[in-house]
């Protein structure tokens, strides 16, 4: 009896999807306040141990959760940002000044 397959025929031998990012998710680029964004979605799975604060909000993204990270096209990977998936697609109906604490670390 022959092993079962794990993918289906004709699948890339690779492995990989191009469109697949170094944690799972997938990679796809948009245009916001006139700049070219790189954005990966995060599964929860990949997210496990690691918490971030998201900046439209300002809120933690617990480990965990699934959530968006989107940097400038221009800048390269260390403008990355986390963000609430909800906070992403509502970008342009926040506000440009986000009110912290008196305590809250700046990033």
Not at 15 to 33: H, K, L, T
């Amino acid at each position: 009896m022959s092993p079962r397959r794990n993918r289906p025929k004709g699948a890339d031998p690779s492995g990989g999807d191009d469109r697949s990012g170094r944690y799972g998710g997938f990679q796809s680029s948009e245009s916001w306040q006139g700049e070219e964004w790189n954005i990966r979605h995060v599964p929860g799975a990949s997210a496990q141990g690691k918490s971030y604060r998201c900046p439209g909000c300002d809120q933690l993204i617990p480990d965990g959760v699934p959530h968006v990270v989107a940097w400038p096209d221009h800048s390269g990977v260390d403008e990355r940002r986390h963000w609430h998936k909800a906070c992403w697609n509502a970008k342009d109906r926040r506000t440009t000044r986000v009110q912290r604490s008196r305590n809250a670390p700046r990033f």
